[in-house]
């Protein structure tokens, strides 16, 4: 066939696997173009991003990133992703020579620079589902036929937890951030955010995909499979921050202590209100981690008349944020471990 000719063009799904940064934790991918004919031995990816953008800090506030697209060598690529110690699988794909010069045609077009920015979504639009898109179009939507009506395996939580646990801080935030959206049941389709469960529904196509190989191996510890039960380690450092606090108050008194924390989860909670109802965050709207972090807490900071009924209201939203957490509609067992405790007794401190 064409494709077993040396210089018959090819195309590869590439798989990079998780790195240390926190960026790199849900890994990446890109499609390399290999046609000697029009010169090209290239990695085409949706992945980038600039620091330096222009007002990059607000886009980031206000949901509105934008990420760019690209092509460079494949081997510098590749050399890039092994110094980062992070795992490359390549997969070539059966194409045919129509469909090859069409999927060919797009990235081009897609890494010219009047055509290269795209507005970024974490679940929806991210390097994966673009990548994704690439292929699924050059094979006439069988990808997408096959796979939207497929239930997926894990919903955009689950792989969120289970690829950032091993990050404490990272976790917690993403976790204290998201509301129901990313609860809610997904399709496979939907479901290849992830780029390794792309790389793995092309591979138990069993048609699609001609030659799977491993090009480099990372020595990183791979994430699980299925996110593991951790709220038993926030609870635990719940209270070894207030055994913390306890000590602090030796110096400081522990009335303004709790005063500071009660100041800190409104102004937060005031930013979730913020995410939901003035950006594009689809995924913070109805964050029911509103019953622990309250704009209502500044009203105990800074009056005291309201820090008398601190310890009635902090109980009465814990035992609604308890009841959320036992609940299937939004996964929230690691946040109410890690602050109810601390709510409790500042408010407990406050009476």
């Not at 930013?271 to 029911?288: E, K, Q, S």
Request: glycine share 6%.
């Amino acid at each position: 066939s064409a494709q077993a000719q040396p210089d018959a063009p090819e195309a590869w799904l590439v798989t990079y696997g998780p790195g240390e940064i926190y960026w790199q934790r849900f890994g990446h991918n890109a499609i390399w173009i290999r046609d000697p004919a029009r010169g090209l031995d290239h990695a085409f990816n949706f992945g980038f991003f600039d620091f330096e953008q222009e007002r990059f800090f607000l886009r980031f506030l206000q949901g509105r990133m934008l990420y760019f697209s690209a092509a460079q060598p494949v081997r510098e690529e590749f050399a890039a992703y092994i110094d980062e110690n992070r795992s490359i699988r390549a997969q070539k794909l059966d194409l045919d020579a129509v469909q090859l010069t069409q999927l060919t045609r797009y990235l081009v077009r897609e890494v010219q620079p009047e055509n290269s920015d795209n507005l970024y979504d974490y679940y929806r639009n991210n390097c994966s589902t673009r990548v994704r898109d690439a292929l699924d179009q050059a094979l006439g939507g069988s990808i997408q036929g096959e796979n939207g009506a497929l239930p997926g395996q894990q919903n955009w939580r689950d792989h969120t937890r289970r690829l950032t646990q091993a990050d404490f801080w990272l976790y917690l935030g993403l976790e204290t951030v998201l509301g129901p959206q990313v609860d809610r049941p997904i399709s496979r389709w939907d479901e290849m955010f992830i780029p390794g469960v792309l790389a793995d529904a092309l591979a138990d196509d069993g048609s699609l995909v001609l030659e799977d190989r491993l090009v480099f191996e990372s020595n990183l510890e791979a994430p699980p499979e299925r996110p593991g039960r951790v709220w038993p380690v926030y609870l635990l450092a719940s209270l070894v921050a207030l055994a913390l606090a306890w000590l602090l108050s030796r110096w400081l008194p522990a009335v303004f202590l709790a005063r500071a924390w009660f100041a800190l989860g409104g102004l937060a909670g005031a930013a979730m209100l913020f995410f939901w109802f003035g950006t594009d965050h689809m995924v913070a709207a109805w964050n029911m981690n509103l019953l622990l972090f309250n704009p209502l807490w500044l009203a105990f900071a800074f009056w005291k008349k309201a820090a008398r009924f601190a310890l009635q209201w902090t109980a009465v939203f814990g035992i609604l944020a308890v009841s959320v957490a036992l609940s299937p509609g939004q996964y929230s067992a690691d946040v109410v471990a890690a602050f109810l405790p601390i709510n409790l007794f500042a408010a407990y401190v406050l009476n």
